[in-house]
């Protein structure tokens, strides 16, 4: 098995590499991680001296070496930020080169536009799998989980919250891409209401849930995703007769504030560059060189703190003909397996879901991760590592008559 990751020295990429080289993993005879930062590729190399990881200094807009990177591997795991902008570029030509596809998820950004291209795939007898992370990607196998249990849906609703423990920090350390970050909190988005996608604003659909500890009472919002751009009109859900499907955000509350502020200050992820004394600079890449020099200068005052995440999907309908509710949850408490991950759940769901799609064969088409895969097998996957994982229905009212 042969894989390339484009984009293979940023954060989740390097945690994907790290579990496919693990014990956790079989089957791997190369990778090859490409990238521009030459720095951070050889960084890599030495966190991780196994022989079948090889790294490449490459450009994303050279298509002739990117063609040639393709037929070299058996499946291309797309890593480039999505508001770096080459998102399609790599996904026309892994079909171009028949190879397989797969990415983290794009906040919704290409999702429509790629999922347009679902025959284009199946005619060209190619398979991509788009969202295959954590949020999207597990969240989605575990709207499918819920569906699963359902015989009529009327609504999910998917949630995700972070929390860290001791809560304050000195120092603002973004936990993934600062430009997803910022789209989260500055962008409308699109949730599924009424039966219908529909356009809600940022930060809207304010919604408070008392949460086992460490969480406690949590506050959600709506946020850019494309989860509501896939699950409700999935095969096996839609037919169910769902008329809701939503995804909210919680991340620890002082780190909230903080993007919230931001976004005030003007901060957007696609923002046209500013001239300050001459000279034009991009407000994300001035916003994002502070951040790196005030970690590198203060990370010392950084206190230990615990990382906690909580995944869950709600679904509500009729099993049997009698109302019910039933709750997936996925929970990523501190663990030593984690030490080495900087996103372990969106390193590790890559991994396991690239595995799976390399033992399940050709599906050639373009599918979101509750299509493609077999839900009892991907989190059977995640049980080991070390993700806390439970299916529960609640009948909440007597047998319909």
């Known amino acids: 098995?042969?894989?390339?990751?484009?984009?293979?020295?940023?954060?989740?990429?390097?945690?994907?590499?790290?579990?496919?080289?693990?014990?956790?993993?079989?089957?791997?005879?190369?990778?090859?991680s490409a990238d521009t930062n030459a720095e951070r590729l050889a960084a890599?190399?030495?966190?991780?001296?196994?022989?079948?990881?090889?790294?490449?200094?490459?450009?994303?807009?050279?298509?002739a070496l990117l063609l040639a990177l393709l037929r070299d591997c058996d499946i291309c795991i797309n890593g480039v930020p999505t508001f770096a902008g080459f998102q399609m570029h790599i996904f026309e030509a892994c079909l171009e080169a028949c190879r397989t596809y797969a990415?983290?998820?794009?906040?919704?950004?290409?999702?429509?536009?790629?999922?347009?291209?679902?025959?284009?795939?199946?005619?060209?007898?190619?398979?991509?799998?788009?969202?295959?992370?954590?949020?999207?990607?597990?969240?989605?196998?575990?709207?499918?989980?819920v569906a699963d249990q359902l015989d009529t849906i009327d609504r999910i609703n998917l949630y995700w919250a972070a929390t860290k423990y001791p809560a304050d920090s000195p120092v603002l350390v973004p936990p993934y891409s600062l430009s997803t970050l910022l789209?989260?909190?500055?962008?409308?988005?699109?949730?599924?209401?009424?039966?219908?996608?529909?356009?809600v604003p940022a930060q809207s659909g304010t919604e408070a849930i008392e949460l086992p500890a460490p969480w406690g009472r949590t506050t959600f919002i709506y946020s850019q995703h494309s989860e509501p751009l896939t699950v409700p009109f999935a095969e096996g859900i839609r037919e169910k007769g769902i008329r809701e499907f939503t995804w909210k955000l919680s991340l620890p509350h002082r780190d909230h504030e903080a993007w919230v502020g931001l976004v005030k200050a003007g901060f957007r992820p696609d923002d046209e560059p500013v001239t300050v004394k001459g000279i034009s600079v991009?407000?994300?890449?001035?916003?994002?060189?502070?951040?790196?020099?005030?970690?590198q200068r203060n990370g010392h005052t950084i206190p230990p703190q615990e990382s906690h995440e909580f995944h869950f999907a709600i679904g509500r309908g009729s099993k049997n003909g009698r109302r019910c509710r039933v709750t997936a949850r996925v929970i990523a408490h501190p663990h030593p397996l984690y030490d080495d991950y900087l996103d372990a759940g969106?390193?590790?769901?890559?991994?396991?879901?690239?595995?799976?799609?390399?033992?399940l064969g050709p599906r050639p088409g373009v599918w979101a991760a509750e299509e493609f895969f077999d839900v009892d097998a991907f989190l059977d996957e995640m049980r080991r590592r070390h993700f806390q994982i439970d299916l529960a229905t609640h009948y909440i009212e007597a047998p319909e008559t």
């Open 1 to 32: 098995m042969r894989i390339l990751i484009i984009g293979g020295a940023g954060l989740m990429s390097a945690g994907t590499a790290r579990d496919l080289l693990s014990d956790r993993s079989a089957g791997i005879t190369k990778i090859v």
């Open 44 to 63: 890599l190399k030495k966190s991780l001296p196994d022989p079948r990881l090889e790294t490449r200094l490459f450009d994303v807009t050279d298509r």
């Open 103 to 145: 990415d983290y998820g794009g906040m919704g950004v290409y999702t429509i536009k790629q999922k347009a291209a679902h025959d284009q795939w199946k005619r060209g007898g190619v398979t991509a799998v788009i969202g295959l992370g954590s949020d999207p990607g597990m969240s989605n196998i575990i709207c499918r989980a």
């Open 183 to 199: 789209a989260e909190y500055s962008n409308p988005s699109k949730q599924f209401l009424n039966g219908r996608l529909q356009e």
């Open 282 to 295: 991009k407000p994300l890449d001035f916003l994002q060189a502070v951040i790196d020099r005030n970690i």
């Open 346 to 359: 969106t390193s590790m769901c890559m991994s396991v879901g690239v595995q799976q799609i390399l033992k």
